[in-house]
Protein backbone atom coordinates (compact mmCIF):
# COMPACT_ATOMS: atom_id res chain seq x y z
CA UNK A 1 0.00 0.00 0.00
CA UNK A 2 0.88 3.29 -0.99
CA UNK A 3 1.72 6.03 2.20
CA UNK A 4 -0.65 8.68 0.32
CA UNK A 5 -1.65 12.14 2.27
CA UNK A 6 -5.92 11.48 2.96
CA UNK A 7 -5.81 7.60 2.88
CA UNK A 8 -7.40 5.58 5.83
CA UNK A 9 -5.30 3.10 7.58
CA UNK A 10 -5.76 0.75 10.44
CA UNK A 11 -3.76 -0.66 12.80
CA UNK A 12 -1.48 -2.87 11.37
CA UNK A 13 -1.51 -1.68 8.02
CA UNK A 14 1.89 -2.08 6.17
CA UNK A 15 2.70 0.53 3.00
CA UNK A 16 5.73 2.25 1.18
CA UNK A 17 5.87 5.86 1.06
CA UNK A 18 5.22 7.38 -2.05
CA UNK A 19 8.43 9.50 -2.17
CA UNK A 20 11.87 8.97 -3.88
CA UNK A 21 13.56 9.58 -0.39
CA UNK A 22 15.31 6.38 1.35
CA UNK A 23 12.49 4.75 4.33
CA UNK A 24 15.41 5.58 6.79
CA UNK A 25 15.27 9.24 6.02
CA UNK A 26 11.66 9.87 7.03
CA UNK A 27 10.76 11.23 10.26
CA UNK A 28 7.22 9.12 11.54
CA UNK A 29 4.88 11.07 13.60
CA UNK A 30 2.37 9.91 15.72
CA UNK A 31 0.46 6.77 14.96
CA UNK A 32 3.55 5.23 12.21
CA UNK A 33 6.67 2.81 13.46
CA UNK A 34 9.13 1.43 11.62
CA UNK A 35 8.83 -2.46 11.68
CA UNK A 36 10.99 -5.48 9.63
CA UNK A 37 12.31 -2.43 7.13
CA UNK A 38 8.41 -1.20 6.48
CA UNK A 39 6.23 1.05 7.85
CA UNK A 40 3.49 -0.04 10.20
CA UNK A 41 0.43 1.84 11.10
CA UNK A 42 -0.44 1.37 14.79
CA UNK A 43 -3.50 3.84 15.20
CA UNK A 44 -6.44 4.15 13.26
CA UNK A 45 -7.40 7.28 11.09
CA UNK A 46 -5.87 9.26 8.23
CA UNK A 47 -2.37 9.65 7.06
CA UNK A 48 -0.63 13.14 6.78
CA UNK A 49 1.91 14.42 5.13
CA UNK A 50 4.35 17.44 5.65
CA UNK A 51 7.25 18.62 3.75
CA UNK A 52 10.04 17.67 4.41
CA UNK A 53 9.42 14.38 4.32
CA UNK A 54 7.23 13.98 7.45
CA UNK A 55 4.02 11.60 7.55
CA UNK A 56 1.90 10.26 10.56
CA UNK A 57 -1.88 9.30 11.54
CA UNK A 58 -4.59 11.95 12.06
CA UNK A 59 -6.92 10.16 14.81
CA UNK A 60 -9.28 11.78 17.85
CA UNK A 61 -6.92 10.68 20.56
CA UNK A 62 -7.13 13.40 23.69
CA UNK A 63 -3.62 12.49 25.04
CA UNK A 64 -0.68 13.89 23.12
CA UNK A 65 2.23 11.28 22.63
CA UNK A 66 5.79 13.32 22.31
CA UNK A 67 7.74 13.06 19.14
CA UNK A 68 10.86 13.58 18.41
CA UNK A 69 11.52 17.55 16.45
CA UNK A 70 7.91 18.45 17.51
CA UNK A 71 7.80 21.62 18.80
CA UNK A 72 4.95 21.86 22.04
CA UNK A 73 4.11 24.82 24.60
CA UNK A 74 5.29 23.54 27.55
CA UNK A 75 4.25 25.25 31.61
CA UNK A 76 6.93 25.38 33.86
CA UNK A 77 6.00 23.25 37.15
CA UNK A 78 9.45 23.42 38.90
CA UNK A 79 13.04 23.95 39.32
CA UNK A 80 15.24 21.22 40.12
CA UNK A 81 19.22 21.59 39.83
CA UNK A 82 20.08 22.25 36.38
CA UNK A 83 17.15 21.81 34.62
CA UNK A 84 13.22 22.85 34.38
CA UNK A 85 10.09 20.59 34.71
CA UNK A 86 7.81 21.46 32.25
CA UNK A 87 4.15 19.95 31.59
CA UNK A 88 3.75 19.51 28.24
CA UNK A 89 0.46 17.60 28.52
CA UNK A 90 1.68 13.71 27.95
CA UNK A 91 1.80 11.28 30.51
CA UNK A 92 4.92 12.28 31.94
CA UNK A 93 7.04 15.64 32.33
CA UNK A 94 9.50 16.83 30.42
CA UNK A 95 12.70 17.89 31.59
CA UNK A 96 14.70 21.16 29.64
CA UNK A 97 17.85 22.11 30.89
CA UNK A 98 18.82 26.05 31.48
CA UNK A 99 21.91 25.41 29.16
CA UNK A 100 19.14 24.72 26.19
CA UNK A 101 17.99 28.42 25.76
CA UNK A 102 20.19 30.33 23.62
CA UNK A 103 23.08 32.23 25.38
CA UNK A 104 22.71 30.56 28.47
CA UNK A 105 25.93 29.81 30.71
CA UNK A 106 26.61 28.27 34.05
CA UNK A 107 26.68 31.94 34.67
CA UNK A 108 24.12 33.19 32.93
CA UNK A 109 20.57 31.25 33.41
CA UNK A 110 17.89 32.37 31.44
CA UNK A 111 15.11 34.61 33.79
CA UNK A 112 12.33 31.25 33.66
CA UNK A 113 10.05 31.01 36.80
CA UNK A 114 7.12 28.81 37.60
CA UNK A 115 4.60 29.13 35.77
CA UNK A 116 6.04 30.32 32.80
CA UNK A 117 5.27 28.94 29.27
CA UNK A 118 8.08 27.84 26.68
CA UNK A 119 7.79 27.21 23.23
CA UNK A 120 10.13 24.31 22.87
CA UNK A 121 10.83 21.42 21.07
CA UNK A 122 11.60 17.46 21.80
CA UNK A 123 15.15 16.51 21.30
CA UNK A 124 14.43 13.12 23.52
CA UNK A 125 10.88 11.19 23.58
CA UNK A 126 11.58 7.44 24.02
CA UNK A 127 9.05 6.56 26.24
CA UNK A 128 11.42 4.80 27.89
CA UNK A 129 13.83 7.64 28.90
CA UNK A 130 12.55 10.69 30.50
CA UNK A 131 11.54 13.32 28.30
CA UNK A 132 14.16 16.23 27.41
CA UNK A 133 13.27 19.59 25.87
CA UNK A 134 15.27 22.11 24.04
CA UNK A 135 14.72 25.99 23.13
CA UNK A 136 17.60 25.63 20.98
CA UNK A 137 17.10 25.35 16.84
CA UNK A 138 19.51 25.33 14.32
CA UNK A 139 22.99 27.35 14.87
CA UNK A 140 22.82 27.46 18.32
CA UNK A 141 19.46 30.21 17.96
CA UNK A 142 16.49 30.33 19.54
CA UNK A 143 14.47 30.51 16.03
CA UNK A 144 11.61 31.56 18.31
CA UNK A 145 11.54 28.59 20.87
CA UNK A 146 12.04 30.20 23.97
CA UNK A 147 9.66 32.10 26.88
CA UNK A 148 6.53 33.40 26.02
CA UNK A 149 5.70 36.15 27.20
CA UNK A 150 2.75 37.80 28.28
CA UNK A 151 -0.72 37.05 25.81
CA UNK A 152 -2.64 34.40 26.22
CA UNK A 153 -3.01 30.18 26.15
CA UNK A 154 -5.66 28.04 25.05
CA UNK A 155 -6.24 24.39 23.49
CA UNK A 156 -7.36 23.00 20.77
CA UNK A 157 -7.86 18.94 20.06
CA UNK A 158 -4.83 17.59 18.68
CA UNK A 159 -5.88 16.67 15.18
CA UNK A 160 -7.48 20.72 15.22
CA UNK A 161 -3.80 21.64 15.74
CA UNK A 162 -2.13 19.87 13.02
CA UNK A 163 -4.50 21.60 10.64
CA UNK A 164 -3.16 24.98 11.71
CA UNK A 165 0.24 23.88 10.60
CA UNK A 166 -0.78 22.56 6.86
CA UNK A 167 -1.04 24.76 4.03
CA UNK A 168 -3.44 27.85 4.14
CA UNK A 169 -4.40 27.46 7.40
CA UNK A 170 -6.94 29.93 8.82
CA UNK A 171 -3.54 31.53 11.25
CA UNK A 172 -1.95 32.16 7.67
CA UNK A 173 -5.30 33.84 6.71
CA UNK A 174 -5.72 36.29 9.81
CA UNK A 175 -2.36 37.07 9.70
CA UNK A 176 -2.52 38.43 6.43
CA UNK A 177 -4.77 40.79 7.54
CA UNK A 178 -4.23 41.03 11.31
CA UNK A 179 -0.98 41.74 13.43
CA UNK A 180 -0.72 39.59 16.07
CA UNK A 181 2.07 36.62 17.34
CA UNK A 182 1.32 32.99 17.56
CA UNK A 183 3.19 30.24 18.86
CA UNK A 184 1.22 26.67 17.73
CA UNK A 185 2.16 23.86 19.92
CA UNK A 186 1.85 20.20 18.78
CA UNK A 187 0.21 19.02 21.96
CA UNK A 188 -2.80 21.09 21.66
CA UNK A 189 -1.51 24.36 22.89
CA UNK A 190 -2.44 27.38 21.27
CA UNK A 191 -0.67 31.02 22.28
CA UNK A 192 -1.61 34.45 21.20
CA UNK A 193 -0.67 37.58 21.46
CA UNK A 194 -2.11 41.21 19.98
CA UNK A 195 -2.42 44.80 20.41
CA UNK A 196 -5.29 44.51 22.54
CA UNK A 197 -6.29 41.84 25.36
CA UNK A 198 -10.11 42.13 23.83
CA UNK A 199 -8.33 41.50 20.47
CA UNK A 200 -5.96 38.57 21.91
CA UNK A 201 -9.01 36.95 22.98
CA UNK A 202 -11.47 37.12 20.01
CA UNK A 203 -8.94 35.91 17.43
CA UNK A 204 -8.83 32.64 20.34
CA UNK A 205 -12.51 32.28 19.88
CA UNK A 206 -12.14 32.68 16.07
CA UNK A 207 -10.05 30.39 15.46
CA UNK A 208 -11.72 27.38 17.87
CA UNK A 209 -15.09 28.56 15.75
CA UNK A 210 -13.52 27.73 12.80
CA UNK A 211 -11.74 24.31 13.88
CA UNK A 212 -14.44 22.42 11.79
CA UNK A 213 -15.58 24.47 9.06
CA UNK A 214 -14.81 24.02 5.27
CA UNK A 215 -12.20 26.22 3.53
CA UNK A 216 -15.64 28.34 1.91
CA UNK A 217 -17.35 28.56 5.40
CA UNK A 218 -14.14 29.98 7.02
CA UNK A 219 -13.61 32.64 4.53
CA UNK A 220 -17.30 33.84 4.87
CA UNK A 221 -16.44 34.05 8.49
CA UNK A 222 -13.65 35.55 8.12
CA UNK A 223 -15.00 38.40 6.25
CA UNK A 224 -17.69 38.97 9.07
CA UNK A 225 -14.56 39.03 11.18
CA UNK A 226 -12.60 41.63 9.55
CA UNK A 227 -15.74 43.70 9.05
CA UNK A 228 -15.98 43.70 12.94
CA UNK A 229 -12.22 44.59 13.22
CA UNK A 230 -12.64 48.07 14.27
CA UNK A 231 -14.67 47.42 17.68
CA UNK A 232 -12.52 44.72 18.66
CA UNK A 233 -9.43 47.23 18.98
CA UNK A 234 -11.42 49.69 21.70
Not at 24 to 33: E, V
Request: proline share 4%.
Amino acid sequence: MEMLDGNVVLPGDTFDAATDENIDSLHLGPGLTYNDNQIVAVKAGIIRYRSPKTFWIDTSQKRYIPVEQEKVIGIITNKSGDNYNVDVGASSPAVLPYLRFEGATKRNRPNIEIGDLVLARFILADKNKELELSCIGKGEKSNGLGKLNDGFMFHLPLESVRRLTMGKSIIQLLGQRIAFEVAIGMNGRIWLDSPSTKLTINIANFIRSCQYLSDQQIEIRLKKFINNLPSLLD
